[in-house]
């Protein structure tokens, strides 16, 4: 098989390379690679930094039709990427989730591996770097890793990125497993960037190699990080032209059911002009001008926010025909005076799809998870992102740990209030709501009542409201379709919703 | 009663073996007395077993699944039946018939869900 991305018709060399690993539902460049390659250099080595996905992920698109893509056609691009369809999609994706064959599947992966170990070692690299954006990339991993330990047992594999972990928090099975078979040399975790400088340079006690605790990226540091560099892309390959782009790490707000605060402590942001910069620059070196922010809430710093979207939406009126558009998280605040001016302000910078953790339509349950903002505060903003044209996606927990029928109830009233808005949002109940470990919810499941029953994070009771898996599973079910049946744009996701439909398979949890 | 696995004339509880994809692995389960080394009640119940238990099987670290130990290990008796089960509490052989060229083929192959 020949994967372009990786074809060395030069016999060149390079002393890493970065890439990322089948599988991942993403329509535009995946970051790592792009970001970590100018690390690399710094240390004076060569590196190839690719996207091996996208060639696999094309393969898959035929029939599967992305969640995310479809709610995004605003973005579309879709003349231009290059579509090598499988004939069998769905057990390609059946692989890659859950690590099972098919005879129509199991030639083509193993060309797919071999090919990919091969042309990889091609390149004569020391270092080969693994980024597994989820844990849908953790099979794929895993041969690629065997065929390349096959061929070249020397050549040395880092592992990294959110797919190695279970949790945030503690140590990771899968990469702890990866290790004792040899079949990787070193995971990294957390922050990658100087961790894997340092590896680089022979400093392999370096918080985040082969350990659990890790150093955070600080803001000086995350100030001085180079920009992505896209240069071994190939966009042609891309559905959505669109460049990923980071504006902070870490968040502002501290709410009780979540993990990734327990992970990244401290909220870091670059400047409203540091970002800025880098968008002109992607724009003049790779001709595109959309962005996707990929940290947790593009607003977390009002005033570098405040800075970067006037700066786009001076920009954007200077040269109407080249201006920038971007996507991502944003946080709802409480409505303030200024709020107007700064939706007019976002609509002008180009803002056109944002996610909001909205999480609960229950006042009383947002406020306990902190979350303080009234549900008058969300109708105004979302009338306002009706009135500028900017596409909102709210993103829901189910079954939050004091949230009883009653707030289901509520619920769907909210949901029947405002019809108005239904071809202006985006509906994503997710799954229901996990007690992570480390969580403000873990550490005080005494005083919420709570009882794990299982290991999963979801598996959890609270008697004292006869909070059950089975009862929560079934409000996700009734909330999705009370929406769907008010003409909502409803956002179905895979993932989230494997644990949902198990636990109405299996009803006596 | 203690069932042993003898492997290179030494006894193991488990073993690995070089193999060249494709090939057949025989595991042959030899020397039960059916008559002193499974006692039953009088209502055939029975009381206490000698038997091997497969309790895993890996090819180069990986596992081939669940299924396989439950649906595709087939001991073949001395008088002839077959019976699927990770349990071998006959005399008999298992053939772990390995068909296909490489190990990622092999294991999906086990692993297949059609």
Same mark, same amino acid.
């Given at each position: 098989?020949?994967?372009?991305?990786?074809?060395?018709?030069?016999?060149?060399?390079?002393?890493?390379? %970065?890439? !990322?690993?089948?599988?991942?539902?993403?329509?535009?460049?995946?970051?790592?690679?792009?970001?970590?390659?100018?690390?690399?250099?710094?240390?004076?080595?060569? =590196?190839?930094?690719?996207?091996?996905?996208?060639?696999?992920?094309?393969?898959?698109?035929? @029939?599967?039709?992305?969640? *995310?893509?479809?709610?995004?056609?605003?973005?579309?691009?879709?003349?231009?990427?290059?579509? &090598?369809?499988?004939?069998?999609?769905?057990?390609?994706?059946?692989?890659?989730?859950?690590?099972?064959?098919?005879?129509?599947?199991?030639?083509?992966?193993?060309?797919?591996?071999?090919?990919?170990?091969?042309?990889?070692?091609?390149?004569?690299?020391?270092?080969?770097?693994?980024? $597994?954006?989820?844990?849908?990339?953790?099979?794929?991993?895993?041969?690629? =890793?065997?065929?390349?330990?096959?061929?070249?047992?020397?050549?040395?594999?880092? %592992?990294?990125? *959110?797919? =190695?972990?279970?949790?945030?928090?503690?140590?990771?099975?899968?990469?702890?497993?990866?290790?004792?078979?040899?079949?990787?040399?070193?995971?990294?975790?957390?922050?990658?960037?100087?961790?894997?400088?340092?590896?680089?340079?022979?400093?392999?006690?370096?918080?985040?190699?082969?350990?659990?605790?890790?150093?955070?990226?600080?803001?000086?540091?995350? *100030?001085?990080?180079?920009?992505?560099?896209?240069?071994?892309?190939?966009?042609?390959?891309?559905?959505?032209?669109?460049?990923?782009?980071?504006?902070?790490?870490? =968040?502002?707000?501290?709410? !009780?059911?979540?993990?990734?605060?327990?992970?990244? !402590?401290?909220? @870091?942001?670059?400047?409203?002009? &540091?970002?800025?910069?880098?968008?002109?620059?992607?724009?003049?070196?790779?001709?595109?001008?959309?962005?996707?922010?990929?940290?947790?809430?593009?607003?977390?710093?009002?005033?570098?926010?405040?800075?970067?979207?006037?700066?786009?939406?001076?920009?954007?009126?200077?040269?109407?025909?080249?201006?920038?558009?971007?996507?991502?998280?944003?946080?709802?605040?409480?409505?303030?005076?200024?709020?107007?001016?700064?939706?007019?302000?976002?609509?002008?910078?180009?803002?056109?799809?944002?996610? &909001?953790?909205?999480?609960?339509?229950?006042?009383? %349950?947002?406020?306990?998870?902190?979350?303080?903002?009234?549900?008058?505060?969300?109708?105004?903003? %979302?009338?306002?992102?009706?009135?500028?044209?900017?596409?909102?996606?709210?993103?829901?927990?189910?079954?939050?740990?004091?949230?009883?029928?009653?707030?289901?109830?509520?619920?769907?009233?909210?949901?029947?209030?405002?019809?108005?808005?239904?071809?202006?949002?985006?509906?994503?109940?997710?799954?229901?709501?996990?007690?992570?470990?480390?969580?403000?919810?873990?550490?005080?499941?005494?005083? !919420?009542?709570?009882?794990?029953?299982?290991?999963?994070?979801?598996?959890? +009771?609270?008697?004292?409201?006869?909070?059950?898996?089975?009862?929560?599973? @079934?409000? &996700?079910?009734? $909330?999705?379709?009370?929406?769907?049946?008010?003409?909502?744009?409803?956002?179905?996701?895979?993932?989230?919703?494997?644990? +949902?439909?198990?636990? $109405?398979?299996?009803?006596?949890? | 009663?203690?069932?042993?696995?003898?492997?290179?004339?030494?006894?193991? #509880?488990?073993?690995?073996?070089?193999?060249?994809?494709?090939?057949?692995?025989?595991?042959?389960?030899?020397?039960?007395?059916?008559?002193?080394?499974?006692?039953?009640?009088?209502?055939?119940?029975?009381?206490?077993?000698? /038997?091997?238990?497969?309790?895993?099987?890996?090819?180069?670290?990986?596992? #081939?699944?669940?299924?396989?130990?439950?649906?595709?290990?087939?001991?073949?008796?001395?008088?002839?039946?077959?019976?699927?089960?990770? /349990?071998?509490?006959?005399?008999?052989?298992?053939?772990?018939?390995?068909?296909?060229?490489?190990?990622?083929?092999?294991?999906?192959?086990?692993?297949?869900?059609?």
């Amino acid at each position: 098989m020949h994967i372009d991305c990786l074809s060395n018709p030069d016999n060149q060399q390079v002393d890493v390379i %970065i890439s !990322t690993v089948p599988w991942t539902d993403s329509a535009i460049p995946l970051m790592a690679p792009a970001a970590l390659k100018p690390m690399v250099e710094q240390v004076g080595m060569t =590196c190839l930094g690719v996207d091996f996905n996208v060639e696999i992920y094309n393969a898959t698109l035929y @029939q599967h039709e992305s969640t *995310a893509s479809k709610q995004s056609q605003i973005f579309y691009n879709a003349d231009v990427y290059n579509l &090598v369809p499988h004939k069998s999609p769905g057990h390609l994706i059946n692989f890659f989730f859950h690590g099972v064959g098919h005879p129509d599947i199991n030639d083509w992966l193993y060309d797919m591996f071999e090919s990919a170990a091969r042309a990889m070692l091609s390149w004569k690299p020391k270092f080969i770097g693994l980024s $597994l954006f989820s844990y849908v990339s953790r099979h794929s991993c895993e041969w690629l =890793c065997y065929h390349i330990k096959k061929l070249s047992p020397d050549t040395k594999i880092i %592992i990294g990125g *959110a797919g =190695c972990l279970e949790q945030f928090t503690g140590p990771s099975t899968f990469a702890d497993n990866m290790l004792e078979r040899g079949l990787v040399d070193y995971h990294i975790r957390g922050d990658g960037e100087h961790a894997l400088k340092q590896l680089l340079l022979g400093n392999t006690s370096y918080p985040g190699i082969n350990s659990v605790d890790w150093k955070e990226i600080n803001n000086q540091e995350l *100030a001085k990080l180079p920009y992505p560099d896209y240069s071994d892309y190939d966009f042609t390959r891309y559905k959505k032209q669109m460049l990923g782009i980071q504006g902070s790490r870490g =968040c502002v707000r501290a709410c !009780t059911f979540c993990d990734y605060i327990t992970n990244w !402590t401290k909220f @870091q942001w670059r400047t409203g002009e &540091v970002i800025f910069e880098e968008m002109k620059l992607q724009y003049s070196k790779y001709g595109i001008r959309v962005f996707q922010f990929q940290d947790t809430l593009t607003n977390g710093n009002l005033k570098e926010f405040n800075k970067l979207i006037q700066l786009l939406a001076d920009y954007n009126e200077s040269n109407p025909s080249e201006s920038f558009h971007w996507g991502g998280y944003y946080i709802f605040r409480e409505q303030s005076a200024n709020d107007e001016e700064m939706w007019r302000t976002m609509a002008k910078s180009g803002a056109q799809i944002l996610s &909001v953790g909205i999480e609960n339509l229950n006042e009383d %349950i947002r406020y306990a998870i902190g979350k303080k903002f009234s549900n008058k505060s969300i109708t105004f903003h %979302i009338e306002q992102a009706r009135l500028h044209n900017i596409r909102l996606d709210l993103l829901f927990i189910v079954g939050y740990v004091t949230e009883t029928q009653h707030h289901i109830d509520q619920a769907k009233i909210w949901l029947d209030n405002h019809v108005q808005y239904q071809d202006k949002i985006l509906l994503s109940w997710g799954g229901t709501l996990g007690i992570f470990p480390n969580t403000w919810l873990d550490r005080n499941k005494a005083r !919420t009542g709570t009882i794990m029953i299982g290991n999963s994070p979801q598996q959890w +009771v609270n008697p004292s409201i006869g909070s059950t898996v089975a009862l929560r599973a @079934q409000w &996700v079910q009734d $909330l999705i379709e009370h929406s769907e049946k008010l003409g909502y744009n409803v956002m179905s996701n895979q993932i989230d919703n494997h644990f +949902v439909l198990e636990q $109405l398979i299996n009803t006596d949890v | 009663m203690n069932a042993v696995m003898i492997h290179d004339g030494k006894e193991c #509880p488990g073993f690995s073996v070089d193999l060249t994809l494709p090939t057949k692995l025989t595991l042959v389960v030899s020397g039960k007395n059916m008559k002193l080394d499974t006692k039953i009640d009088k209502d055939g119940k029975i009381l206490e077993d000698l /038997y091997i238990k497969i309790i895993g099987v890996t090819l180069d670290g990986f596992d #081939p699944g669940v299924n396989f130990l439950h649906q595709k290990i087939k001991l073949v008796t001395q008088d002839g039946k077959v019976l699927t089960n990770p /349990y071998l509490g006959f005399n008999g052989h298992v053939d772990f018939i390995m068909d296909q060229p490489t190990v990622f083929q092999q294991v999906m192959h086990w692993k297949n869900v059609a």
